[in-house]
């Protein structure tokens, strides 16, 4: 598996903490988001790292990819998808997740909280079939309350797009 790791810092000895969202590279995590996509999620700070396979190509033999992006080595955004058998299903679990998740209209399930999303897809195909689970989470406390599940379906908007035809979804 060919993973992607970026560091980037920026220089200045201002105590100013400076936006780090524009030193991401033009497509991360598996491709799919730009930094201006991300930039809410990034808030300020002096360095940003973003571990990520270059795409999230599954197949039955590789069946996970989980991009992770870093600011100042605090997780800020997350995105993971996993591929199973068309027959298993997912955990489905939204106890606790307060306010409570709404229904989002994408793929066969999904859902939208204030920090995240979820979709699941059943990935039916003449040669292969499979399910796939993708799920983007974020650090928030930069984003206003009411941007907040507005940003996340966006961005699950974008993901599901691109995760379609990285996997070869229903083809």
Not at 149 to 166: D, N, S
């Amino acid at each position: 598996m060919v993973t992607l790791a970026s560091v980037f810092v920026l220089a200045g000895c201002g105590e100013e903490e400076r936006p780090v969202a524009r030193q991401l590279a033009e497509h991360t995590c598996f491709g799919i988001f730009t930094p201006s996509d991300l930039e809410p999620l990034m808030g300020a700070g002096e360095t940003v790292k973003e571990v990520s396979p270059v795409d999230v190509r599954l197949t039955s033999a590789r069946r996970g990819a989980t991009c992770n992006v870093y600011v100042d080595g605090k997780g800020r955004f997350i995105a993971s998808a996993t591929r199973q058998p068309l027959e298993q299903s997912f955990p489905w679990n939204t106890v606790g997740t307060a306010p409570a998740p709404e229904p989002l209209a994408l793929g066969d399930k999904g859902i939208v909280w204030d920090a995240g999303a979820r979709v699941v897809l059943a990935c039916k195909g003449s040669q292969d079939s499979f399910g796939l689970e993708l799920m983007i989470g974020g650090s928030v406390e930069h984003v206003a309350s009411a941007e907040r599940r507005p940003l996340f379906t966006g961005l699950m908007k974008k993901f599901v797009e691109a995760a379609r035809e990285q996997t070869a979804c229903g083809v």
